[in-house]
C-alpha cells in the first residue's frame, strides 16, 4: 500500500473542501476523493419560512 | 518588532464575511502592512498544522465568521483560541448563529433526511448518508460529525469580542481594524458597532407615530409600503426596536422590514423575545380574543423574530418544542 495525500482544507477557494488522494507503490494516483466537510441544510429549514423571506435566506448559501 | 500575527477564519458560513473583508479595498493595503496573516484559508494556503505548530497566544488577533455545526469546525475554533490572545467573533453566524442557525427549528435527522433522501432534485436510489469513516479499499477517508444543534461561537469558546452583521460592512471593519492596531480597544465583551437601535437611525423613523397601534399583521408579499413610511407603523414585523443600528439601514433602504441581522444591544439576551415584547405593547387592544387573533395572523414567528439569531436564544433548540 502506497502513501496517502490529504489537503485539507483546500484553500483559495469559497467553501469547505478537503481530499484524500491514495497512491499505490509506484506512486501513481491509485484513487482521489474530493469531500465537503460542511452541510447547512437550507433545503430543510426553508420549509415554513415565508416566501417573501426566502431570497434573503438564500443569498446566505453562497456570500460570495 | 515583528508585526502581529492575525488569522480569519471561516466555520458555517457562505463566505460573505471574506467577502466584507474583501470589500475593504485599498483599505486593506495598511491593514495587510501593518499584520502578518497566518491563516485565511479563502485566500493563503495555510493549513491547520501551520497553526498547531505556534506557541500558544502567538496569534494576536482571531476572527472568526460562522456558526459552529460540526467537530471539525469546534476542534478548529478551540485551536484558533488557544494560539490567539483576542478572539473575534466576526458577523452575525459567528455571533448569533446567524442564517445557519435556523437549522435549530429541526432536528440534524430530519436535515439529513431531506438533503440526502427527500429533497425533489436528489436521486439516492441506494440511500446514501455520509459517514464519519468511510473505506475506499486503498484507505479510509473521514467526515466531521454534524452536531446536533448550530451554536453561536461563544457558546463553544471564549470571546473577546463582536463584529455584527450579515455581512459586516466595510466601515466598521475599517473602525474595528484601527481600534486594534491603536491598541484601542474597548472593554472585552464588546459588540463592536453603534448602540442606538435601528429605529433611532432609520430614515423612515419620523412617519413614526408616538404610539403605533397595530390591529392586523401584514405581509410584504401582499402589502404596498410607501417607501417613506415605517414597517412596523404600517403593521409589518420590522426588527429595528430590537437591533441596534451601524448597518446603513441596508435592508430599509431596498424597502424590505429589518430581520435583526445586527442583533440586539449587549444587555439582550434574547433578540426575538425582546422583540415580542416591544410588539406586544403595539396590540391595539384589550380584548384578549382579539389580542389572540392579532398574534396568531403572525406567520413563522420564529423564523421572523429570530432569523439571525436563534442558536443566541434562550431556547437555542426549538425542535424540542412544537413550532
Ligand atoms: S420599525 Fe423599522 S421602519 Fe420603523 S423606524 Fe424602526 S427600523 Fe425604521
Ligand atoms: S436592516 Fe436589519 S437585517 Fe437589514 S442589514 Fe440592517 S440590521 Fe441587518
Redesign the pocket.
Known sequence: MGKTIVIDPITRLEGHGKINIFLNDEGNVAKAVFQVPELRGFEQFCKGRLAEEVA?ITTRICGV | MAKPKVAFYWCASCGGCEEAIVDLAENILPVVEAVDIVLWPVALDFKRKDIEAMKDGEIAVSFINGAIRSEEQEEMVKLLRRKSQIVIAFG?CAYLGGIPGLANLFTRQEILDTVYFDAPSVVNPNKILPQLATDMGEGEVTLPELHECVKTLDQVIAVEYYI???APPPDLISEALTAILEGKLPAVGSVLAPQKT?CDTCPRKDSKPEKISVSEVKRMAFTQIPDDKCFLSEGVIC??PA??????????NAN????????PSKAVKDQGAKFLSAFASLIDSEDEEEIKKITDSVIDPAGLFY??SLPSSLKAKFFEREV
Open positions: 434573503r | 452575525s455584527p452583521g450579515c435601528l426588527l429595528g437591533t441596534i443600528s451601524g448597518c446603513g439601514t441596508r435592508c430599509i424590505m422590514p429589518c430581520r435583526g441581522c445586527f442583533g432569523m439571525f
